[in-house]
């Protein structure tokens, strides 16, 4: 079993939809990551966060330590959005927190 | 520089040649990494430097990958006698110390015939 799994692999919108991505780790972390990789492979980090919401524009993500599960939430969706989005944690592994563990990543396609 | 940057951004090699990847981190960045995302997969791990030293290079998959950094700036990750699995897009990131946020490069993209 993965470290940190990502659900749905794949998720295709309409323009306009909420989006919602998940994100579910197995091991203590420090704090945890979204990523966005568009087509040409740049890899552009969207939120860092170790509890709670943190909001930017149209992205908001939610974390819960407790349950060791984050969300990242696209509303008003648009075609631009379209990317992979990845969810990584900074592992606590021997007292050092600066491994990152990545997902799979989650395909998202938003059709006009 | 603005942004961690990687050279070069395409290489097609042939089995058996050795290539070398570049990446200049964020200046004052002290942690470094590289990854690997072969077809389909997610990034794999390779190996984490903390200035000039490689505390962890438990991701690197086999001998003929190493990966040296010199003046906690710019490092270098070397493949000898590439084989076709080693074709992947190679990552590079740098963040400061402790829990911070991660910019990465824009990614080599390696093809060996």
């Known amino acids: 079993k993965n470290e940190v799994e990502q659900s749905p692999q794949n998720l295709t919108a309409q323009e306009g939809e909420f989006i919602t991505i998940n994100c579910s780790y197995s091991?203590?972390?420090?704090?945890l990551h979204w990523l966005q990789q568009h087509p040409g492979g740049g890899i552009v980090s969207l939120f860092m966060?170790?509890?709670g919401k943190k909001k930017h524009g149209r992205l908001i993500a939610t974390i819960n330590i407790q349950e060791k599960h984050s969300s990242l939430h696209i509303t008003a969706s648009h075609p631009r959005d379209s990317a992979v989005y990845i969810c990584?944690?900074?592992?606590?592994?021997?007292?050092?927190?600066?491994?990152?563990?990545f997902g799979k990543g989650t395909l998202l396609t938003v059709n006009p | 520089g603005a942004g961690v940057s990687q050279s070069p951004s395409n290489k097609v090699t042939e089995k058996g040649k050795d290539v070398e990847l570049r990446c200049d981190p964020i200046?004052?960045?002290?942690?470094l990494y590289w990854y690997r995302q072969s077809l389909g997969q997610g990034l794999e791990f390779l190996i984490y430097?903390?200035?000039?030293?490689?505390?962890?290079k438990s991701g690197l998959p086999s001998d003929r990958f190493s990966a040296e950094r010199t003046g906690g700036s710019v490092s270098t990750l070397t493949i000898q006698r590439t084989q076709q699995e080693d074709s992947a897009v190679y990552l590079c990131?740098?963040?400061?110390?402790?829990?911070?946020?991660?910019?990465f490069g824009q990614g080599t993209r390696l093809t060996v015939v």
């Open positions: 990131a740098s963040r400061t110390q402790g829990n911070t946020e991660a910019f």
């Open positions: 091991v203590g972390i420090s704090a």
């Open positions: 966060l170790s509890s």
């Open positions: 990584a944690v900074n592992t606590n592994s021997g007292g050092s927190n600066y491994k990152l563990t």
């Open positions: 200046s004052g960045h002290t942690a």
């Open positions: 430097f903390q200035g000039n030293s490689a505390p962890d």
